[in-house]
């Protein structure tokens, strides 16, 4: 790349030294460029053209619309913990780092997220909870619970279970306190061009 800009800023230099050469002298002092010359330097300039644009090209293919470590699923991006948390400390966590407790919307995404929990094989925090106002659920972002994959007999408030997990493929409202995995969601960022 650094070779095709110096190309650039050669060409540039020399057709800007040959417009101040045209406009500042006289015809006698006027040098005649041979045609195949100038022929030249537009095939160089369409050459280095072409080159950016597949060096764009390249760059567009690299980028990625989530940081390292997280998943790609329907314009979201995923972070599946390696550590445990309470529920508390979890949310905290993806706050931390720009994101959220996972909002399950669709039964698409649920089947994403049942896929890498049946991996994991671990009780997993959700960002749902009804800790301000029992029995009413809610997500981290305050919308209400419209979309529910509950386990049968769920959820059963035993023992004050205000914090939701999944279990296999299912919640189950389980004690805040409780250390689990966690994930975190946060929406893609486009990448240039698309």
């Not at 948390?85 to 649920?110: F, M, P, R, Y």
């Not at 972002?141 to 493929?169: I, Q």
Request: with cysteine.
């Amino acid at each position: 790349m650094l070779a095709t800009l110096v190309q650039v800023s050669r060409i540039r230099a020399y057709s800007q030294g040959q417009t101040q050469d045209q406009q500042g002298s006289s015809s006698l002092d006027k040098v005649a460029v041979p045609r195949e010359q100038t022929h030249s330097g537009l095939e160089q300039i369409q050459q280095i053209q072409q080159q950016l644009t597949q060096f764009n090209a390249s760059l567009a293919g690299l980028c990625r619309p989530c940081p390292w470590d997280w998943e790609l699923f329907q314009g979201s991006c995923y972070l599946f913990s390696r550590t445990l948390g309470s529920w508390e400390t979890s949310a905290s966590s993806c706050k931390d780092l720009g994101a959220h407790l996972v909002i399950v919307n669709s039964v698409s995404e649920q089947q994403f997220l049942k896929y890498w929990h049946i991996r994991k094989n671990q009780l997993t925090w959700i960002g749902l909870s009804d800790h301000r106002s029992e029995g009413s659920w809610q997500w981290v972002d305050d919308t209400p619970l419209k979309l529910s994959f509950w386990k049968e007999g769920e959820p059963n408030n035993e023992g004050d279970e205000d914090c939701v997990v999944m279990a296999e493929d299912k919640w189950n409202d389980s004690r805040c306190t409780a250390n689990n995995f966690w994930v975190c969601e946060q929406p893609s960022a486009p990448c240039p061009g698309y």
